[in-house]
């Protein structure tokens, strides 16, 4: 049964730090590249949610089912966005990876390649997961596009699942990949942060 503990994951030129309340300015910054929280599909806090953002997450991580992060990029020393375990379901080995939004500047960048190996590797290496789910909004084309990136299989679609900030319901869209899948995505994320790398 898995027990996932806050810890510190670093390589690719990132670094995913237990989220904190020191975190906050940074967050604040990181959302404000792009003012990410102005898509209605995400859950990028605005300036003046970020508090109850990170205090949410911290009892999450209280509770057991949330292990929260910031991202740091080592090469600029700032905080760049978060991400976290969450619906952490111990007696099925299962975490899913989400609540993950980056900085306007790093989109498209190693980063999100990079944080998903870190997550990955703790989860199927470390932890012991049998099973790493993601979920997105349906809406949310460019998330799918990047999960379906990493190698991860569609699940299905879950109808009308979840509230929005704006008082509308979405339908979610879960992926996952499991245990004996692993060794293959992560070549694939490997050859992708090699591919940055000589970019």
Known sequence: MINPQPVTLEGHGVRLEPLSREHHDGLVAAASDGRL?????TSVPEPEQTKAYIEN????????????????EL?????VGGTRYHDIVPAADRVEIGWTWYAKRVQRSHVNTACKLLLFSHAFEKIGCRVVGLR???????SQRAIEALGAKKDGVIRHHWPRRDGTVRDTVMYSVLAHEWPDVKRHLQSRIEKHDTD
């Open 57 to 72: 997450a911290l009892q999450g991580q209280q509770a057991g089912t949330m292990l929260p992060w910031a991202v740091r």
């Open 75 to 79: 090469k600029t020393g700032e905080i």
């Open 136 to 142: 997105t909004d349906n809406f949310n084309f460019t």
């Open 37 to 41: 929280w102005e898509l209605w599909y």
